[in-house]
């Protein structure tokens, strides 16, 4: 007699697409360290997660607009919940990593402590609404990072303790775009610093542009990091491009030509 199959519930697909973002495309397979590490937290083989993968690859726009197929025998399984975060990144993100801390045996509090420190004693709503941000901006972090191989995209600089996700549109710009992978880069924390302040920007083919206050400068150490890699193309991210729209937004209202 055939053992009934088990139905995947709609908290592990959660789980499972909160890993999907997270990893480069070509490493998702049963063999991975993170993709076995969700097996045993949800109780599945490592070949299942990572077929469930390549089902919401197969439904990821990045990927389809590529000729990537995917799997794309569990589509249907998989699709409500490509749209679920597609149409909240933000409160997905954060709800998925509530259900992972449970999973984990911990509260978000204790899995994000360090990120969480700087809150303090805050309580009520207001800590309620910290955490999440917190949480958030963490998870995008590791996402963006992750999509751009640990590497400035920029520099190639790859210490991650010296590198920052930074937002294209800034976080209080855009709610909407707060978690969208589209909307990062990842920068050393000095082109962080001089693309927050306008001083850089990228054009429409993703080409290196500099201020004119920069340029003007007779500074050699202004000559060595910026002006002489001008026009640049930055390094191309895993699968989440920057959205043109995006860095058209960059351009027109906080880069300083």
């Known amino acids: 007699m055939s053992l009934k199959r088990r139905l995947w519930t709609q908290e592990e697909l959660i ?12 490493q998702m397979n049963r063999t991975d360290s993170r993709v076995i590490k969700m097996a045993q937290l949800i109780d599945r083989t490592p070949s299942s997660i990572a077929m469930r ?15 990537i197929k995917g799997l794309q025998g569990g589509m249907n399984q998989v ?9 909240d990144k933000e409160n ?3 709800e998925s990593e509530l259900l992972l801390a449970k999973l984990e ?11 969480l420190e700087i809150l303090g004693s805050i309580e009520g709503k ?4 910290l955490v999440k941000t917190r949480v958030n901006q963490s998870v995008f972090r590791n996402i963006v990072l992750n999509n751009y191989d640990y590497q400035c995209a920029i520099s190639g600089i790859d210490v991650p303790e010296l590198l920052v ?9 855009d709610e909407k775009n707060r978690m969208n992978p589209s909307n990062g880069i990842a920068l050393n924390n000095l082109y962080d610093k001089a693309f927050d302040r306008g001083l850089i920007s990228f054009d429409s083919q993703l080409k290196l542009l500099v201020s004119k206050r920069l340029k003007e400068s007779d500074n050699t ?4 990091y910026f002006k002489s890699i001008e026009g640049t193309k930055m390094n191309s991210p895993e699968r989440f491009l920057p959205e043109i729209s995006f860095l058209e937004f960059h351009r027109y209202n906080i880069f300083k030509p």
Do not use: C, Q
Not at 15 to 24: D, E, H, R, S, T
Not at 79 to 87: A, D, M, R, T
Not at 165 to 173: E, R
Not at 221 to 224: A, E, P
């Open 92 to 94: 997905f993100t954060y």
């Open 126 to 129: 207001t800590a309620e609404r």
């Open 79 to 87: 699709k409500p919940i490509f749209e679920l975060y597609s149409n």
């Open 165 to 173: 996700a930074s937002h294209i549109i800034p976080w209080a710009k």
């Open 105 to 115: 045996g911990k509260t978000v509090e204790n899995k994000f402590k360090e990120e």
């Open 221 to 224: 150490s202004i000559h060595s």
């Open 15 to 26: 789980v499972v697409f909160n890993l999907y973002l997270k990893m480069p495309f070509g």
């Open 53 to 67: 993968l390549g089902n919401f690859a197969s439904v990821d726009p990045f990927h389809i607009n590529r000729g």
